[in-house]
């Protein structure tokens, strides 16, 4: 069974720039949840979809986004980038009112320069 | 706002069992306590989850006092493979709308 896939690994951009993330969960499962990690806030919840529905939104400005499509996979988008977008970004897929919690992908390196 | 505190490092002899304690004192009755591990480049692993009863599984065993105010998660046997950081977690929410609210996690270190 595959797991959570993110492309791509590692990506570096420029200040004011706008990049895309993606995420394949697992098959079955609609439940897609994005995070940002960074050495001083630890995770931090981003967004959460369920199909093709926006759920749960955590604290982060309007330039962060995401979108779902009905195979369940799901981007992110960031717009005008700051140095301080500078994270690996998590995905993890879940079923709806599974217990066991989300499997997470590798994640995503962004380095913004 | 975290709901856990963890020790911010532990060390633990390979081949003995580690202890890694959480406090979640202010946690509700419906809320379930989570614990994940992140090793070095990859994404969390998910270890094991319980609400009042104490658990088990292959991974780990999971002790939860009775006040529901602290756990302990036990690696009964410590490899050197089981070096990571380990997030003591709540889960708040329903069962179909719910969030982990992570701390900052112990870096356990096993050590030869």
């Given at each position: 069974?595959?797991?959570v896939?993110?492309?791509?690994?590692y990506l570096?951009?420029?200040?004011?720039?706008q990049v895309t993330l993606s995420c394949s969960p697992i098959s079955g499962h609609r439940s897609v949840s994005w995070y940002q990690q960074t050495p001083g806030q630890g995770l931090q919840f981003l967004f959460e979809y369920f199909s093709e529905t926006q759920r749960n939104k955590g604290n982060f400005p309007g330039r962060f986004s995401g979108r779902q499509f009905s195979n369940s996979?799901?981007?992110m988008n960031v717009s005008t980038l700051e140095l301080g977008d500078s994270a690996l970004y998590l995905c993890a897929s879940s079923l709806l009112g599974s217990y066991y919690g989300y499997t997470f992908g590798s994640g995503t390196r962004l380095t913004v320069v | 706002d975290a709901k856990t505190t963890q020790p911010p490092s532990m060390d633990c002899a390979e081949g003995r069992a580690a202890n890694l304690p959480c406090n979640h004192s202010t946690i509700s009755g419906n809320e379930y306590v989570y614990w994940y591990r992140q090793i070095h480049s990859q994404g969390p692993q998910y270890i094991i989850h319980g609400l009042k009863n104490n658990e088990t599984n292959e991974m780990a065993s999971l002790i939860?006092?009775?006040d529901r105010k602290s756990s302990t998660l036990i690696l009964p046997h410590a490899t050197l493979r089981d070096t990571a950081?380990?997030?003591?977690i709540v889960r708040v929410g329903g069962q179909?709308?719910?969030q982990l609210i992570w701390g900052a996690g112990t870096k356990l270190i096993i050590k030869p």
């Open positions: 069974k595959a797991g896939t993110q492309t791509p690994r570096i951009k420029t200040r004011g720039q996979r799901s981007e | 939860i006092t009775e950081v380990y997030y003591c179909s709308n719910y």
